[in-house]
């Protein structure tokens, strides 16, 4: 299970380049990977026990990645897959080849192996995590024509109510696991929690995100707006896979928690509501696309009423009536992208004579819509007369369900007015879609190809299909149904169900929405009187508004413009809060260890006097020295404590910073401030004494409240027996605490990518120029072949130093030496990854600083987003290539190695992972030059050729 959902991510990695070599047919190579994984669920049908695969993910937490398929999960892979498969099948006819179906095929493949790690997830958060995967792929899809305003309103729309959903569901998950003392899906249903109010609470937010990830009222809104998005994205996410999450969530719970107060009021209640809504509303959409828009809310609404009741019976239909679903409703989506394709419109009032030009393609609408009104012998039938059995049991004695005969039947009523609307707004759009109506042009058609037809005809003969086989599938279904309790009759699926009540209301189901829909006209006029001004759509628009304006309102009384304001209220909250803790902690019996060598009474003075000294400096250029002292002097307390790693970090970081300082230093004024002293001086003076006092206070409470061992006394002998290295800050770095490092460098990732979004107009890369690159007479002197560095040759003669470019060009590569050698020898010896990419990061400066941004192009001919992205895929694959070998996240392995001429060597696979780190911290350092060297230099450039262009004009 994992490989599979791994080869969907790897196909929509591979998915752009593939797209470049096949153009459309992309489509159909994709295809094969959702096939695959139809084909392993139909081998690996579960039997009497589900199947299961366990790695071992974060052992000190408990977290593992965990899949279980058993009938629930086969069944809805079964839907992922092989609906997945078809659609893309189709996509190769219903997109043309440009330059966008490379990115719309690998977010295509990438929702597919999200939704089914969804479906065979066995950990809670592991559930959250590939919903919010399909949160966001989603996004992606249906705002893929970026060039449609609607489109981009509609994707966000969508983010925003299914985020929202999702954090609820989160925290639900928590406390659900808190509770169960698990967060293992399987366990937690197998023993599920004691009832109490904590667990009401918790089951109502999984619910919430459960909700608005199906559209269900008061949620509903947000799907009909998602027809934005291309047809095959609405064929799958919206009937097939995206929106059955919430309905599979519901599934998945009921067997433990249908008794649980408020589950059966809350979501029958919404459930019938849902139903009646979307029914209603579709009976006045004049886009047919609109018309499955809102009748799939309407359905979703009708599954979540059956999959909530929580009997056997009303299980077994449930898992049906969402199987033929999916096949229904994706074949109607697909239908109705092979009109807009074709015919290039969607209006009923416009479309005539479809169903004459193509009969294939309206004997595939009209069997999927026969199933949709549940018309015998079709799979929708079949799942629906299992429904109204299993409402009508309900209402004869609440078959263990605990529901009143009012409830019952008001349920039962609910959604027999729901399948007559259904049966109404189908033949509606069967009419609007193929008719030939009176008075109206035929529509311009152009005949779609086999190829085209296939993936809708396809699912239209299975919907008549697999009616035949309701013996097998409830076989196949029992080791989810018999979860529930046994009810007043056999839970069965079949053709036949015999006379009786149910059969009485599929006819009159099917009989009422003839009616309906001969009478059309007047109950459209009825609807444009009744219609309200207000709905939930116009409800969150006012929301959405009103948080704009409330965000305006609060940035404008807060963000003055002033960073020493904004660094005030922090400070004076770190005083309020943490500092008022401290005080309260504070006893009589704390110790204070002052030094444990004169040496370090020493170092801190120096820093105290820098310190105190940065506070009066009114030049900025001395103010950065001073800060810059204050670093190195906390480096010599490091080495004075014994913690040389730590020093040598310290001094390579206070470097670079003083660097970075001084770059930016260039285009700010000399002074701080000309303006005379004022009162606020002496105000932040102490507010500055304030919290350092705080600050220092914090450490000294926090030191004598130890109470425990820490945890840090085992690493020297972990960081040998499982970290094969005798550097404890490194092995600690690269391996103990690897999971943090792998954060903090995706945080410099981030950071270093926020800040060229702002400043680089373009790509990093089209900032890179080398001296080839410029015409002869652009540099200041000619090149010859002799000279030291080819950059100062770019440079007037007095901003030259012929010695410093001597010694750059002698100590470079010393410099990167030295950085590589830290790389390598950082697990047993001073350094790592970190240090060594600090180190080669410097002789990059060097090269800079002797001859300039031309000079730092020649010596690193790389887009700096290149290293820090290589970088981090070589981190992350480190820490995800021990699970290809049966290992954990992040495990190191070590080997004893021979090699030629060097002689014997340990090796530890942490190394890569410190490579990756490495490489980050040189593109960051790169990234850092090029922001503040290569581009404040162009702009000092610019101003001094219009100065000069002004003065010889003023000349003149």
């Not at 190579?29 to 049908?45: D, E, K, Q, R, Y």
């Not at 695969?53 to 999960?73: C, E, K």
């Not at 006097?609 to 103010?623: H, K, N, S």
């Not at 970075?660 to 105000?683: C, G, I, K, N």
Request: proline share 4%; charged share 10%; glycine share 10%.
């Amino acid at each position: 299970m994992i490989l599979l959902i791994s080869v969907h991510l790897l196909a929509a990695l591979a998915a752009p380049a593939m797209a470049r070599a096949l153009g459309r047919k992309v489509f159909m190579a994709l295809a094969i990977v959702p096939l695959a994984t139809f084909v392993w669920a139909v081998l690996n049908a579960p039997g009497a026990a589900p199947v299961t695969q366990t790695v071992s993910w974060i052992p000190s937490l408990g977290t593992d990645l965990a899949f279980r398929m058993g009938a629930l999960q086969w069944l809805l892979t079964l839907v992922v897959a092989g609906v997945g498969a078809l659609v893309l099948f189709y996509c190769a006819s219903y997109f043309h080849d440009d330059d966008r179906v490379g990115s719309f095929a690998a977010t295509f493949i990438a929702f597919a192996g999200s939704m089914l790690g969804l479906v065979l997830a066995d950990d809670l958060l592991m559930v959250y995590v590939f919903w919010e995967m399909t949160t966001v792929f989603s996004y992606l899809l249906i705002g893929y024509d970026m060039t449609k305003r609607s489109a981009r309103l509609a994707a966000m729309q969508a983010l925003i109510v299914t985020t929202f959903g999702g954090l609820a569901m989160l925290v639900g998950m928590l406390m659900l696991g808190h509770l169960a003392g698990t967060m293992r899906i399987s366990e937690i249903l197998a023993d599920p929690p004691a009832a109490s109010g904590l667990l009401t609470a918790a089951v109502m937010l999984v619910l919430v995100g459960a909700l608005s990830k199906s559209a269900i009222v008061p949620f509903h809104f947000w799907l009909p707006g998602a027809m934005s998005a291309p047809t095959p994205v609405s064929a799958y996410l919206h009937a097939a896979s995206m929106v059955k999450a919430g309905v599979y969530l519901v599934a998945l719970l009921a067997p433990a928690f249908a008794g649980v107060p408020g589950w059966r009021a809350g979501i029958l209640t919404l459930g019938v509501l849902t139903m009646l809504v979307g029914g209603w509303r579709s009976l006045v959409q004049c886009d047919v696309k609109l018309i499955l828009a809102y009748g799939t809310v309407s359905q979703l609404g009708f599954l979540l009423v059956v999959l909530s009741v929580g009997t056997r019976a009303a299980a077994l239909a449930g898992v049906a009536l969402l199987l033929a679903h999916a096949l229904f409703k994706s074949c109607l989506f697909l239908v109705v992208g092979i009109i807009d394709h074709n015919a290039g419109n969607r209006d009923l009032r416009t479309l005539s004579g479809l169903g004459r030009r193509s009969p294939v393609l309206f004997a595939a609408a009209a069997i999927a819509g026969a199933s949709m009104v549940g018309f015998p012998p079709l799979l929708g039938f079949v799942a629906k007369e299992s429904v109204l059995t299993a409402l009508v049991d309900v209402t004869a004695g609440g078959d263990g369900t605990g529901l009143g005969p009012v409830a019952a039947w008001t349920v039962l009523a609910g959604v027999v007015l729901g399948s007559i609307i259904t049966t109404a707004y189908t033949l509606r759009f069967l009419w609007g879609a193929f008719a030939d109506k009176p008075g109206v042009e035929a529509t311009d058609f152009k005949t779609p190809s086999p190829a085209f037809l296939a993936s809708p005809v396809v699912l239209a003969v299975l919907s008549l299909g697999v009616a035949f086989f309701g013996g097998p599938l409830t076989k196949s279904l029992e080791g989810y149904t018999h979860q529930f309790p046994p009810g007043a009759h056999e839970a069965k699926l079949a053709l036949w169900h015999g006379l009786g009540l149910p059969l009485g209301l599929s006819v009159l189901a099917l009989v009422g929405g003839a009616l309906m829909f001969v009478a059309r006209r007047p109950i459209a006029y009825a609807q444009a009187k009744v219609a309200q001004p207000w709905s939930a759509q116009r409800a969150y628009l006012s929301l959405m508004h009103g948080v704009d304006r409330l965000s305006v309102e609060v940035t404008g009384f807060m963000q003055r413009g002033s960073v020493s304001a904004y660094l005030a209220v922090t400070l004076v909250v770190l005083l309020a809060f943490p500092g008022v803790a401290m005080l309260m902690a504070w006893t009589p019996d704390v110790q204070v260890h002052v030094w444990d060598t004169p040496a370090q009474a020493a170092a801190g003075l120096v820093v105290v006097l820098a310190a105190i000294m940065t506070a009066r400096a009114r030049r900025r250029l001395r103010a950065a020295l001073l800060v810059g002292v204050t670093g190195y002097g906390c480096a010599v307390l490091f080495v004075l404590q014994g913690a040389p790693d730590l020093a040598l970090t310290q001094v390579l970081v206070e470097t670079a910073s003083v660097i970075a300082f001084v770059l930016v230093l260039r285009r700010l004024p000399t002074y701080f401030t000309d303006r005379p002293l004022s009162a606020q001086r002496y105000v932040r003076a102490l507010l500055g004494l304030a919290v350092g006092a705080a600050v220092a206070g914090i450490m000294i409470v926090a030191t004598n409240a130890r109470t425990a061992q820490p945890v840090s006394v085992g690493f020297p002998e972990a960081s040998v027996d499982f970290g094969g290295g005798k550097n404890i800050v490194s092995v600690t770095l690269v391996d103990i605490r690897a999971w943090d490092t792998m954060g903090e460098i995706s945080v410099l990732v981030a950071a270093a990518t926020g800040v060229a979004s702002l400043l680089f107009i373009g790509t990093r890369r089209s900032t890179i120029r080398r001296v080839g690159d410029l015409p002869q007479h652009h540099a200041a002197e000619p090149k010859t072949s002799g000279s030291w560095l080819s950059g100062p040759s770019t440079l007037a003669p007095e901003k030259r130093s012929i010695i410093f470019e001597v010694v750059t060009r002698l100590v470079f590569p010393a410099m990167v030496m030295v950085g590589v050698y830290l790389l390598f020898a950082g697990h047993n010896f001073t350094g790592g990854g970190f240090a060594g990419g600090i180190v080669t990061g410097l002789a990059l400066v060097v090269r800079y600083l002797a001859g300039g941004r031309y000079e730092l192009d020649e010596a690193a001919p790389i887009d700096a987003g290149t290293l820090l992205g290589v970088g981090l895929v070589i981190a992350a694959g480190s820490g995800l290539a021990p699970l290809a070998f049966g290992g954990a996240v992040l495990e190191s392995y070590q080997y004893d190695v021979h090699l030629p001429l060097l002689g014997d060597h340990h090796l530890v696979t942490s190394l890569f992972f410190d490579i990756g780190v490495y490489l980050v911290v040189v593109g960051l350092i790169l990234d850092l030059l090029r922001t503040f060297g290569s581009r404040i230099d162009r702009q000092i450039i610019s101003e001094e050729r219009d100065n000069d262009a002004t003065n010889a004009e003023v000349a003149r």
